[in-house]
């Protein structure tokens, strides 16, 4: 096993981190703040080829994978502006849409994707679900040669920003009765469709949507993949979007430790710099190691995705340790700063509500631990 990162890891680490860097803390806490998207950000990174970097060439991508695409997450958090449609746009839909769309749909949508000139969010979330998609409620029924769906879905991420919503429902039952899941891909000024902002109080670039269907009628071509196999389908996704998740997690903790350490080496209270002190040092040392053990299985989880391996253990356990690691080196940071740590000047807080908020989604670490037990260690399914 080779633990040293290739050359052309590097330069691409190298360029993203050239395009992220000039933009930095400032530019995300400004737009956190005031709740506005991080889009000349995403226009550099789209232009340079790093939103598609994973998808594939034909369809004007980078040819590279998962790998790639949670190195670019990593890096643009690690300079300070970690954008959270990354994981949804880049992530999921284009490694859904690539996966199992059509020749048709993957014409229409990969090259917009590849390029960042068009985003497409992802739709599963319901306010009575929860975690349990087995219950989404929202449903497709065929009427002739369309689909009309009606349901609604909530916390769907940067709707205002998306050109389109893989969506998620229910279209059938199987022969026991369960919910047959598919997946459609759902234009955002579609007739019948009805957004409306959901307040958060976390600071976000990315606005947060409730989405209301009302008789929202789609002609079959927008159907992805096989009818009923959306299930499938959708792990297809979420895979990528826990590793990309944990990529994300990953740079804002490796942000939070550099503000953190280069504070702790220039403040100077009493005869030397805070941060010779244990009760300075030491909590900014536990955080570098929980980060660099999660960068590891951040690796491994995007390159068993690639390979084509089960990767569905792997990405759980890497987005919980990322997830864990990132809040304790945006608290540790905070910590060091003392009152400074809670000052607009020093905009340490968005960071902190992102990374808090990354350990409750996209999959909570209740539910992580739940998976663990069950199939990593053979215990009693307890839900």
């Known amino acids: 096993m080779d633990f040293v990162e290739s050359d052309e890891h590097r330069d691409l680490r190298a360029a993203v981190g050239s395009i992220a860097a000039p933009y930095g803390g400032s530019y995300y806490a400004e737009h956190a703040r005031a709740g506005e998207p991080c889009a000349e950000l995403w226009k550099d990174l789209g232009d340079a080829g ?3 970097v994973n998808v594939g060439e034909e369809y004007g991508g980078g040819g590279g994978g998962l790998v790639e695409l949670a190195l670019v997450c990593e890096e643009i958090a690690a300079q300070g502006a970690p954008i959270l449609l990354l994981l949804v746009s880049a992530a999921i839909s284009a490694e859904v849409i690539e996966e199992f769309g059509s020749d048709e749909q993957r014409k229409d949508w990969l090259p917009g994707l590849a390029s960042g000139r068009t985003k497409v969010v992802f739709a599963i979330t319901e306010p009575n679900a929860g975690s349990n998609t087995h219950q989404l409620s929202t449903t497709a029924t065929r009427s002739g040669d369309e689909w ?29 009765g369960n919910a047959k899941l598919s997946l459609f891909l759902v234009p955002t000024d579609v007739p019948g469709l009805q957004k409306t902002r959901l307040p958060v109080d976390v600071m976000l670039p990315e606005k947060q ?26 792990f297809h996704g979420l895979n ?17 430790l550099t503000r953190a350490s280069r504070y702790a080496n220039d403040r100077q209270v009493w005869d030397r710099p805070i941060g010779a002190h244990q009760g300075i040092s030491h909590p900014l040392a536990k955080a570098k190691v929980e980060t660099e053990l999660a960068a590891l299985m951040t690796r491994k989880a995007a390159w068993l995705h690639d390979q084509g391996l089960p990767a569905g253990e792997a990405s759980n356990m890497a987005k919980y340790a990322a997830a864990e690691a990132a809040v304790a080196a945006i608290d540790a940071a905070i910590q060091t700063h003392g009152g400074n740590g809670v000052a607009a000047e020093f905009g340490l807080l968005p960071y902190w509500g992102l ?16 998976f663990v037990a069950q199939h990593s260690l053979g215990l009693p399914r307890s839900y």
């Open 355 to 370: 990374a808090r908020l990354l350990r409750i989604a996209p999959v909570s670490r209740e539910m992580i631990l739940n």
């Open 148 to 176: 009309v769906v009606n349901g609604e879905k909530y916390y769907i991420s940067g709707v205002d920003e998306a050109e389109a919503l893989l969506l998620v429902a229910r279209s059938g039952k199987d022969a026991n």
């Open 240 to 256: 990528p979007e826990r590793i990309t998740g944990a990529a994300l997690c990953v740079g804002i903790a490796r942000y939070a």
């Open 50 to 52: 790093f939103v598609g």
């Open 209 to 234: 949507f409730t989405l209301h269907f009302d008789d929202v009628r789609l002609p079959a071509s927008a159907l992805v993949g096989e009818e009923g196999a959306g299930f499938r389908q959708v």
